[in-house]
């Protein structure tokens, strides 16, 4: 039996082209790859870009969590960003870290993860470059681009009294999943996949985005519905009340497994991070696009409300946390 090719083995460069060859071309790149820089097309002067990273022990853990998910979650927690300003996305550059005994499939596997979350979210978009380095712990970079196509950008400043606050997305269902993944419950975890899988391959509405032109404010869910909720208030110097009846149906899907795991379901919903949605403002009066239900109001004042009681502001907590 051979052992396995490795990033030691392979070194940098081969193990690049091996690893990029898996990704497809874009119709928006004009230059690639292989350059010092990409160079991307956009249809007027005016572009988004975002940047994250992911680190392996603090934002996940590989017990769970494959190459191939890292490589979907890398995309899709990125260009949610991106559509949270209203833009469609267009380019992403990775870079990766990897301890030097890193099998070669592994890195494939990777590849395979990013082209299938751009394949599904987003199949206009191209990796356009990158970078592959060595390092005691895994750590994923990445920087995406997005193009308003003529269009304003989408701030959490511009919500105002009188406004609808809607989500489209999930609620709740990446905490549930990351709580039966940290109970260890392997029949609760093979019972409940669905919920895993959002967890660790992210679902984010990445149309809901680019179809909301006319939302006043806007942002992507990834530290909790109470958190950013707070953020879009804050920036927009409102008062938010959320319909606690409006959230009845995001707990009714996860009601079982915090039965079963004896937790609330309303606080993975109001408090659990990582489902990438969208929260987002409307005028009254609005087309909001299907993808979106209203879950409140805003109003003059400050802060946020569950109906008429206080909401604080709780959630992930990317200083804090660990091992999500």
């Known amino acids: 039996m051979t052992n396995p090719e490795t990033l030691a083995t392979l070194g940098e ?13 874009s ?41 191939f998910d890292l490589g979907w979650k890398a995309v899709a927690t990125n260009i949610s960003d991106v559509a949270a300003m209203g833009a469609k996305p267009t380019a992403l550059v990775v870079a990766l870290a990897v301890p030097k005994e890193t099998e ?38 990445v920087t995406a681009h997005g193009d308003l196509e003529g269009r304003e950008p989408i701030l959490r400043s511009g919500a105002k009294p009188g406004d609808i606050l809607a989500v489209a997305g999930t609620l709740g269902q990446a905490a549930c999943g990351l709580s039966l993944l940290q109970s260890g419950n392997q029949d609760a975890i093979s019972a409940y996949d669905d919920w895993v899988n959002i967890q660790t391959r992210p679902m984010p509405p990445i149309q809901a985005g680019i179809d909301a032109f006319e939302a006043t404010s ?32 995001y707990c009714a ?55 008429s009681n206080p909401l604080d502001a709780r959630g992930w907590d990317a200083t804090l946390s660990t091992s999500q």
């Open 104 to 141: 070669i499939t592994w890195l494939e596997h990777f590849a395979d993860g990013l082209q299938a979350a751009i394949d599904y979210f987003a199949p206009t978009a191209e990796i356009v470059g990158g970078d592959l380095a060595q390092s005691q712990q895994i750590v994923i970079a």
């Open 253 to 307: 899907r996860i009601d079982d497994v915090a039965a079963r795991l004896d937790l609330n379901a309303i606080d993975w919903v109001l408090f659990g991070g990582e489902d990438h949605s969208l929260l987002a403002t409307f005028p009254a009066g609005a087309s909001i696009p299907r993808s979106f239900k209203p879950i409140g109001t805003v109003e003059a004042g400050e802060g946020v409300y569950l109906d």
């Open 218 to 249: 806007m942002l992507d869910i990834s530290d909790s519905l109470a958190k950013d909720a707070h953020r879009i208030a804050k920036a927009s110097n409102v008062k938010l009340t959320i319909n606690k009846q409006a959230l009845d149906g």
């Open 13 to 25: 460069n081969e193990a690049l082209r091996r690893t990029v060859s898996r990704l497809k071309k």
């Open 27 to 67: 119709e928006n790149t004009i230059v690639g790859s292989g350059d010092d820089a990409a160079v991307v097309k956009t249809s007027n002067n005016r572009f988004v870009v975002t940047t994250d990273t992911m680190i392996e022990g603090h934002d996940f853990n590989t017990e769970w969590s494959n190459a």
